[in-house]
């Protein structure tokens, strides 16, 4: 319990924003005696009922002593909080400590009674169970640990918030009244509810925005041109579904019409709902536009406007104003500084960007930061697809500018159970939540694929428009962490594309095994040697010659596809030159229909084309779906004459040709004119390096599947290491353990360290030897020495007294004195594999388990692997084999394997050590020397700090801005 000066002090920390159930904000924020008025104001408007199950009695109003109760808090025994929309009360939560009054600060309560009150208009929106979960931090952070709350058995929505929450409780019933009680602390399945709720509110806050039944174009000027006047018109263009307004303050009362478009001077005299504006005005008159969208029930803006943080310090401000205005009506943006968004499908036709052009309908959900890279990409999508409607396009766009508010992170939660969207591209030049990133991709990779390209990646900071917590991980690390999410990690927007066409094209490879055939040898050799070089196992190509017809093309993919020698097929070809030897000049869209036809008829196996671009191949291609014969034609080199049903026909029945032990096809729900058609390359190594990309995340998701368990051991103390981390913290905000208490900490978790005693003199070394025993090793630890054998500081085997005194003496004479040099003596570990062990907790990625090899070497080549903490036995298996160097760990060249299972369960100890304690910010164990029996920890260090902020297990809330 906090001191008399601290009870008071108002919490600011507990403001947050919240997204409801139906996608709409709200403000959830500590009850001062402020609000008296507003609370007065509120319970008017509850009805009788609602009262009811509040009291338990008629109530028709707060008497006075009851506002004084209700507003005044300590913050610490007493607490209220309220969901405001417009700065004005939607429901209300608090909880009293149980029996706090009287009690001494050192014997506070840890139950507390609790109780909400929603007003009828709100509810079912999921205020509610919003407040709870905020409600149940702030009681934590007090020292709270239960709750308890009496309910009228008649009340069963409330009955239902508590019983739903995920929370361990208990249930009786008393004298008319159902008492809940139930801990406060984080469950698997309170957490799993709380990650629904937050998926289904987000997912829904984006739909809103992408789904709207009518857009109001806020700047649209008079004359053709400008911002405003350009986006009113691809939206006209698109062929949008709902209703369309032009609005503009500066449009005379007379003008009635714009471009065909009912136009207003403001959107308040627009006399229908407006769900979406698209604001396209200086940012000086946007928060003027703000309040008018607000008070009209508009649900979600997209800001074009630029002028916010992308332009300093003052836009910065302007920027956090916005976010602030819009959300107090419960508003969300995209934007500011946006391109714009786009929704392809036929109920809704939404092209409410500056694209000129609306993009095909088609499975790909595109999301980019930058305007510039998003009309790139569906540019190359366009192209790509050959000009073909329905070919390779897009469901839904979405250009977040400055991300102030939508994100990412947002837009993912929709597509993650979106039936639109089969496979996810984005461009991302900041990532605001590394750690709910993180978790998000998991699990929308699950389901579909996820490719991502990290723009701004070496230039140290986010761009200035993105207000984002920094990272102290290196690229590289991070990119490791998102594979290990099952995100499609790539390097260029050219890599995006390639790789989002063969998974919305074709199924996911079952393994590495690459069948290349094709009537140009030597682009049949370059793909083989593409296919070594992106870890491929490639068959030796099959060269049909350049007097190969459509048929002996058809025929030989309908062998190799058949071969179960094969995971995949890439298909070389050139164009032909006059006519073949049996008289046929093979034509594009010929070759085109020849294979995919082929393809079709085994289905099941990803199959990509490389040509030169000297004809129409890649057209044809994409042309071929559309133009594919129906049931009774024929095509070249197809047996029977009749045309197979297409690839997604054969996948929803289930056909009896397609092994049943190949994942599915990356969109299995999209269309039979998308899925089947055949991608094409103008190189071999960007056909291949995309075919390699998939059959890493193909192995992803059959690892997914089984991903391994976090071991429980028997000797680990959580509890005395809990105990042990208090008192030690108690000293001060952070600090570095030293020798003795690094080993007491590590030691609670079975993780044993070889003692290393300091020797300052000769003596103090032989002293030091006499207790730990010979053989010794003498080590010099200054911070240039340690850990760095190659340079002579290490002495090793000191079989006695004497090789010990004389391996001091040429320490200190290559090195200088012992004060400097910090000999220490330690016990001879069995020969090995020296390694590292390392753990960190990162501001923005959360928790980081690495390992490699000890020595130069892997340091300069930065040969290191990676993995999220908590990891399961799988993932240590694989994050051990990770590394460029494993080999020296298995026998390599004929070398003792070490002991490979020993060293994967000290990599799970150090895990659980900082998943289970936040404060054990950093561990280090270097060397461990990996022996072919066993492990030894040589040196090792700790540093402990108050545990960070983890917004990602806290209550759900929108960034802050």
């Not at 904000?25 to 199950?53: C, G, H, M, N, W």
Request: some cysteine.
């Amino acid at each position: 319990m906090q001191s008399a000066p601290d009870r008071h002090e108002y919490p600011a920390h507990w403001e947050a924003d919240v997204v409801l159930r139906d996608g709409g904000t709200a403000r959830i924020r500590p009850i001062t005696v402020d609000d008296a008025e507003r609370l007065v104001s509120f319970y008017e408007q509850v009805s009788d009922e609602s009262k009811y199950y509040r009291f338990f009695a008629p109530y028709p109003r707060l008497s006075a002593k009851d506002v004084h109760r209700f507003t005044h808090h300590d913050f610490v025994d007493r607490v209220g909080l309220a969901a405001t929309i417009g700065g004005e009360f939607i429901a209300t939560v608090r909880y009293d400590r149980i029996g706090a009054e009287g009690l001494p600060a050192s014997a506070p309560a840890d139950e507390a009674e609790v109780a909400f009150l929603v007003q009828d208009a709100h509810q079912g929106r999921g205020v509610a169970s919003a407040l709870l979960e905020h409600i149940g931090a702030v009681a934590r952070e007090r020292g709270i640990r239960r709750f308890a709350a009496e309910v009228l058995p008649a009340n069963t929505k409330m009955i239902k918030v508590f019983t739903d929450a995920g929370y361990t409780q208990k249930r009786s019933f008393e004298d008319g009244v159902v008492r809940l009680e139930f801990d406060l602390e984080p469950t698997d399945r309170s957490l799993a509810v709380q990650y629904a709720r937050e998926q289904r509110a987000e997912a829904r806050s984006v739909q809103r925005l992408l789904m709207p039944g009518s857009v109001a174009v806020i700047g649209a000027g008079r004359t053709p041109g400008g911002v405003g006047r350009s986006v009113l018109g691809n939206i006209r263009d698109a062929g949008f579904t709902g209703g369309l307004y032009a609005v503009n303050r500066a449009l005379p009362e007379e003008l009635k019409d714009l471009d065909g478009v009912p136009a207003y001077r403001s959107v308040r005299d627009i006399e229908g709902p407006v769900d979406l504006a698209v604001v396209a005005v200086p940012a000086d008159h946007v928060p003027q536009v703000v309040t008018e969208c607000g008070e009209h029930g508009v649900q979600g803006l997209v800001v074009v406007s630029a002028g916010y943080a992308e332009s300093g310090p003052e836009g910065r401000e302007r920027q956090r104003e916005l976010v602030r205005h819009a959300r107090a009506y419960g508003m969300r943006i995209i934007g500011p500084n946006a391109f714009g968004i786009i929704n392809t499908s036929d109920g809704v036709r939404l092209n409410a960007s500056l694209a000129p052009e609306m993009p095909r309908p088609g499975r790909i959900g595109l999301f980019a930061q930058s305007g510039a890279i998003g009309i790139a990409l569906l540019s190359r999508l366009h192209r790509r697809g050959g000009g073909v409607t329905g070919v390779t396009g897009v469901s839904t766009f979405v250009s977040s500018g400055n991300r102030a508010d939508v994100s990412g992170n947002d837009v993912l939660q929709y597509w993650y159970d979106d039936p639109e969207t089969d496979v996810v591209l984005m461009y991302l030049e900041s990532i605001g939540n590394p750690r709910k990133f993180t978790r998000l991709a998991r699990r929308t990779a699950a389901a579909k694929p996820l490719v991502v390209v990290q723009g701004a990646r070496h230039g140290g900071a986010a761009p200035q428009g993105h207000a984002v917590r920094a990272t102290r991980l290196p690229h590289a690390t991070v990119s490791a962490l998102l594979r290990q999410a099952g995100v499609i990690r790539v390097d260029t927007i050219t890599e995006l594309v390639d790789v989002g066409l063969l998974l919305a094209r074709q199924p996911l490879p079952a393994g590495p095994r690459v069948a290349i055939l094709g009537n140009s040898e030597s682009l049949g050799l370059l793909t083989y040697d593409a296919c070594l070089s992106e870890g491929l196992r490639p068959l030796a190509p099959l060269d049909l010659t350049t007097g190969a017809t459509a048929e002996d093309f058809h025929a030989a993919l309908s062998r190799v596809l058949a071969d179960d020698a094969c995971d995949a097929v890439v298909v070389t070809a050139i164009p032909a030159i006059g006519e073949s030897s049996v008289g046929e000049l093979v034509g594009d869209a010929m070759l085109a229909e020849a294979l995919r036809s082929a393809a079709a008829e085994v289905p099941g196996k990803p199959v990509l084309v490389v040509h030169v671009e000297l004809g129409g191949l890649a057209e044809a291609l994409s042309a071929a779906a559309s133009t594919a014969p129906q049931a009774g034609d024929t095509v070249p080199g197809a047996a029977g004459g009749a045309h197979p049903p297409p690839l997604s026909a054969s996948l929803e029945r289930g056909d009896p040709h397609r092994p049943a032990e190949r994942l599915p096809t990356a969109g299995a729900a999209a269309a039979p004119d998308d899925v089947g058609l055949i991608p094409a390359y103008p190189a071999a190594e960007r056909a291949v390096r995309a075919l390699g990309e998939a059959v890493k995340y193909a192995q992803w998701r059959r690892d997914a599947s089984e991903p391994g368990k976090v071991p429980e051991y028997e000797d680990i103390d959580e509890k005395g290491a809990a105990q042990l981390i208090d008192g030690l913290l108690a000293r001060g905000q952070g600090l570095t353990l030293g020798t003795e208490e690094t080993c007491e900490l590590l030691g609670k978790y079975g993780i044993g360290v070889h003692r290393a005693l300091p020797a300052l003199s000769p003596d103090d070394a032989a002293v030091a030897a006499d207790a730990l025993g010979y053989p010794v090793a003498l080590k010099a630890t200054a911070p240039h020495l340690r850990h760095r054998a190659d340079l002579g500081g290490v002495r090793l085997d000191l079989a006695d007294e004497e090789q010990l005194r004389r391996a001091y003496a040429e320490l200190t004479e290559l090195f200088g004195k012992p004060q400097e040099l910090r000999p220490v003596v330690q016990g001879m570990a069995p020969r090995g594999v020296d390694t590292v062990v390392r753990a960190v907790i990162d501001p923005a990625a959360g928790a980081v388990l690495s390992f490699g090899l000890a020595g130069a070497a892997s340091q300069l080549l930065d040969d290191t692997a990676h993995r999220i903490v908590p990891v399961t036995d799988r993932e240590t298996t694989s994050l051990v084999r990770s590394i460029r160097t494993a080999p020296l760990l298995f026998g390599w060249r004929g070398s003792t394997p070490v002991d490979t299972p020993a060293l994967e369960e000290l990599l799970l100890r150090v895990s659980r050590l900082v998943d289970d304690h936040p404060e054990v910010v950093a561990v280090t164990l270097e060397p461990v020397v990996v022996a072919q029996r066993g492990v030894s920890v040589l040196g090792a260090s700790v540093r402990l700090a108050p545990p960070p902020a983890r917004d990602d297990l806290g209550p759900r809330t929108l960034p802050a801005y």
